[in-house]
């Protein structure tokens, strides 16, 4: 059985900085794992993914050279390093898993596996 669980969500100060985590069990190591957001009242989005090779990565243009993705492969974890945080960036982060990053490249917002979701509030 695969899951899928975040930590690192909180309250912080627009400006600031919090780095996400996500640790995988049970999936398989060539599973591409990624983060969506859901802000208040409006759809999941797809904001970040990267590959089992690094190689293979996606950012949305609303977190482009503020957010930076990294992954362990043999911890099976995914961090998200966001930087200079908006209040728009407030709401639900979720990990996910799924084949290939291209899909949520592409603005598919399925994936094979979901974790419970972290709580990001920026506000000062």
Not at 45 to 52: H, K, L, P, T, Y
Request: hydrophobic share 35%; glycine share 14%.
């Amino acid at each position: 059985q695969v899951h899928l669980v975040e930590s690192g969500g909180g309250l912080v100060q627009p400006g600031g900085s919090l780095t996400l985590s996500c640790t995988a069990s049970g999936l398989e190591d060539f599973y591409a794992i990624g983060w969506f957001h859901q802000a208040p009242g409006k759809d999941r989005e797809a904001i970040s993914c990267i590959g089992r090779n690094h190689g293979n990565m996606f950012y949305a243009d609303s977190v482009k050279g503020r957010f930076t993705i990294s992954r362990d492969n043999a911890k099976m974890t995914v961090w998200l390093r966001m930087d200079s945080l908006k209040p728009d960036d407030s709401g639900l982060y979720y990990c996910a898993a799924d084949i290939l990053c291209s899909g949520w490249a592409a603005g598919s917002d399925r994936a094979d596996y979901w974790g419970q979701g972290t709580q990001v509030t920026v506000q000062g």
